[in-house]
Structures are given as structure tokens and as C-alpha cells.
């Protein structure tokens, strides 16, 4: 069963904008907190942020703040990554991640994940 | 902002253990036993194979250890076995700046 679906892959120019969703399965949504990881190609995974979509409470990694958003959408059980001004070196394939409950802090089930291309 | 340091590739023979180191500080893999380990096959996604240090997700199998001693936690691979070449990536929840903080990442080889 899955229970992260996350969309298609995108091309952006710099200084653009793009946003990645991922679906998640009923129980999922309801009971997890959602991550969203990222990986450059040919190197390491990078932590992004967090939203607990059940009172859509949010942290982001110092890194990133200002410049991206975790939002959810309870009536498609969705949550969504936006990222602004992109530049080339946000090129990266961009995971969702569901934390283990209760509050388990590891990464037990992922997306499939998202290429997002930044390129003039 | 810095990542867990690991050892950039480890190899072993078939049969053969290896052991990743994943060096932190007094505020992320010091501080609590919230540690994870991540197995990733070229071009799929990251799988938990061990969770609060040394804990061990229902299908994983019991080659797969880990420890963890004052800022260092560490992964072993016991019985390697060919299906285990993959990347390898801990996690440690807690830092400075950051909620959770990935390693840099070790290559695995089996020879």
C-alpha cells in the first residue's frame, strides 16, 4: 500500500518558483508528522522542514527559511512544498517522508520523489 | 549548517563485516537516542534499517546493528552480502539549526 504519492518532475529557469505535492493515505495524513528531504544529484539527503498536518504546526531548517513553505490540504490529504527564487543549485530530487508514530523521529515510509531541474 | 560526518566509502568480501561511523556533537547524536540509519539503492528512495540507535524495523535483517558511544554512532553490517552495496546515510534528530541533520553519506562496496 502506498502511502506517499508525490508529483511529476519540473523544470524551472532561476528565480522561478515550483511546488511539489504529496498525497498521503488517509491514516498517514491523520497520524504522522510529514517530512521533505532533498538530494542533489550525486550527493547527500538534505532536511528541509516539517508540517504536522493535524494542526498544521510547521519547522523549517534554518537553511531554507524564508524561501520555502510546507502547506496540507485536509480535504485531499495532500501536503505541498513551495520553494521560491530557485536557483541552479536547488536542483535536487525533493522527498516527502512520513515520521514514525508516535513521535519516533526516523523516516519510515517515502515517496517515490520529485526531480526539480533549475536551469536558464 | 553541518552534516553528521561519515567515512565516505567503506568495502568488504562477502561474509565480511563493516562497520560506518557517523560523528556528531553534544547537541544532535550526543543528546538523546534518536539516531536512524538509512539504506538508498541507486535511484530509489531512502529505507530505515535502524531506528533509536540500535533498533531494527520489522523485515530488516539482524545483520544490520547499530551502537552508539558518546558523539558517535555506528552502523554494522554483518554477513555482508551482495544486495548490501548501496548507500548508507544516519540520522540524528536535535542541533543548532536544524531539526534533524543527515550524515554526509557512506558508499558501500561488496568485493
Known amino acids: 500500500q502506498v502511502q506517499l504519492m508525490q508529483s511529476g518532475a519540473e523544470v524551472k529557469k532561476p528565480g522561478a518558483s515550483v511546488k511539489v505535492s504529496c498525497k498521503a493515505s488517509g491514516d498517514t495524513f491523520n497520524n504522522h508528522y510529514i517530512h521533505w528531504v532533498r538530494q542533489a544529484p550525486g550527493e547527500g539527503l538534505e532536511w528541509m522542514g516539517l508540517?504536522?498536518?493535524?494542526?498544521?504546526?510547521?519547522d523549517y531548517a534554518q537553511k531554507f527559511q524564508g524561501r520555502v513553505t510546507v502547506t496540507r490540504d485536509t480535504s485531499t490529504s495532500t501536503i505541498y512544498l513551495d520553494l521560491i527564487n530557485l536557483r541552479s543549485d536547488d536542483t535536487a530530487v525533493y522527498y516527502c517522508?512520513?515520521?514514525?508514530?508516535?513521535?519516533?523521529?526516523?523516516?519510515?515510509?517515502w515517496g517515490q520523489g520529485t526531480l526539480v531541474t533549475v536551469s536558464s | 549548517q553541518s552534516a553528521l560526518t561519515q567515512p565516505r566509502s567503506v568495502s568488504g568480501s562477502p561474509g565480511q563485516s563493516v562497520t560506518i561511523s557517523c560523528t556528531g556533537t553534544s547537541s544532535d547524536v550526543g543528546a538523546h537516542k534518536y539516531v536512524s540509519w538509512y539504506q538508498q539503492h541507486p535511484g530509489k528512495a531512502p529505507k530505515v534499517i535502524i531506528y533509536d540507535v540500535s533498533k531494527r524495523p520489522s523485515g530488516v535483517p539482524d545483520r544490520f546493528s547499530g551502537s552508539k558511544s558518546g558523539y558517535t554512532a555506528s552502523l554494522t553490517i554483518s554477513g555482508l552480502q551482495a544486495e548490501d552495496e548501496a548507500d548508507y546515510y544516519c540520522c540524528s534528530y536535535g542541533g543548532t539549526y536544524f531539526t534533524y541533520a543527515f550524515g554526509t553519506g557512506t558508499e558501500v562496496t561488496v568485493l
Open positions: 508540517i504536522n498536518p493535524r494542526d498544521d504546526s510547521i
Open positions: 517522508a512520513r515520521e514514525a508514530a508516535p513521535a519516533g523521529r526516523n523516516f519510515d515510509s
